[in-house]
């Protein structure tokens, strides 16, 4: 079939109306360049040599428009669209980011939204024009023809351009501080389980520090649940864990969301062997922080202390896969399985940890890469 120009071709498209305008905006902005000789090969199309000699905010009326529907579903519009390929690639980083890395790295997937926001209407220009048998079979087509009317309506339009711009900026801005934050809050309570609720360097210095808080309750100082974790803390540090356990139970009966308290308390109740009353304690600082997935580390520690390996390797599984890069999780995970007679999983855990120990610390010289080595070559 003959076709006058790349304009009735779009027009012969089964597409709606405000998809050919969009079409027809892409094909004029910009001429389609051809390497030399490879004139005939449609893919070698690339962006780049504005035909109209109008300044950037004109040129990107002829450009295309921000799809808000991209930018919601994201790789799922790519695969409406039947642009399956890309939509796939995306899906699958996507879904990696978010079961391998989980939160807060899986908030990143927010940046493939925003790709597909920017670039799925000219990837649907791509597929829908540009592999169109008759441009495909007629190069020819894809000029630097211009429908001067369609440039003279579309010039009356209001240019929508300054606030995209400002649009595109807030939402970016917004996107990278959501993204700072969330990774600010999980090492804050990383941070907690990590120093073991250390608030005092010796002895006097954990004393005084008893004493002020004991008077700031007193006085009904606010936050008086600070005051009581500050006491409770202390008292841990000095050995005292009855006294340490009833100030923290009064900083979780005064705040029932004061996270700290539930982990040292956890840590308390394990070195005491209640561990019913740990894995209470680290799954209630769960609730609080759902996303705090390095706690199923310390849930399966109390269920391996107990001698409960099913439960104990379930949730070492769940803190790997949250954090595979967590040497200690690995390690432990390893024990868990030689208890469950799969030496052969153990083996090959132990060996992801000595290769993660190896790349933080280097190949020799160190006695725990060694120690581990020795063990996993035992195993059978």
């Known amino acids: 079939m003959y076709y006058k120009n790349i304009y009735a071709i779009i027009d012969s498209l089964d597409i709606s109306r405000g998809w050919k305008n969009v079409f027809k905006k892409i094909q004029t902005a910009y001429f389609h360049n051809f390497y030399q000789g490879k004139a005939n090969n449609v893919h070698m199309w690339r ?71 920017i670039f799925a209407n000219s990837d649907y220009f791509i597929q829908k024009v540009l592999n169109h048998k008759e441009v495909k079979e007629n190069p020819g087509y894809l000029s630097d023809y211009i429908d001067e009317n369609f440039v003279k309506n579309v010039l009356k339009e209001q240019s929508y351009y300054v606030p995209f711009a400002i649009f595109c900026l807030l939402f970016g801005i917004g996107a990278v501080l959501f993204i700072g934050n969330e990774f600010a809050v999980d090492a804050k309570y990383q941070e907690i389980v990590n120093n073991k609720q250390k608030v005092c360097s010796d002895n006097d210095s954990c004393i005084r520090l008893i004493n002020t808080s004991v008077s700031n309750i007193k006085a009904g100082k606010e936050p008086v649940d600070a005051e009581y974790f500050n006491a409770g803390a202390a008292y841990y540090q000095l050995g005292n864990k009855q006294n340490a356990l009833n100030a923290l139970n009064q900083a979780t009966l005064k705040n029932p969301n004061h996270f700290a308290s539930y982990i040292l308390k956890g840590i308390i109740y394990t070195e005491l062997s209640q561990y019913k009353y740990a894995r209470a304690s680290y799954e209630k600082a769960l609730q609080i922080y759902p996303k705090g997935k390095f706690l199923y580390y310390l849930l399966g520690s109390a269920y391996y202390k107990e001698g409960k390996y099913t439960e104990a390797k379930t949730n070492f599984e769940k803190a790997v896969k949250a954090y595979p890069k967590k040497a200690a999780y690995r390690e432990a995970l390893a024990y868990t399985k030689i208890y469950l007679k799969d030496t052969k999983g153990a083996k090959a855990d132990l060996e992801r940890a000595i290769k993660i120990l190896k790349n933080e610390k280097g190949a020799s010289g160190n006695t725990r890469i060694e120690a581990l080595e020795r063990y996993a070559g035992s195993l059978k």
Request: proline residues 4%; without cysteine; hydrophobic residues 60%.
């Open 47 to 117: 962006y780049g040599q504005p035909v109209i000699s109008y300044g950037a905010s004109d040129r990107f009326k002829f450009f295309t428009r921000f799809n808000f529907f991209a930018l919601i579903f994201g790789p799922l519009y790519y695969l409406a669209k039947f642009m399956f390929l890309k939509g796939l690639f995306l899906l699958l980083i996507e879904a990696a980011l978010i079961y391998y890395y989980g939160f807060p790295v899986a908030y990143f997937a927010i940046f493939i939204h925003i790709y597909a926001a």
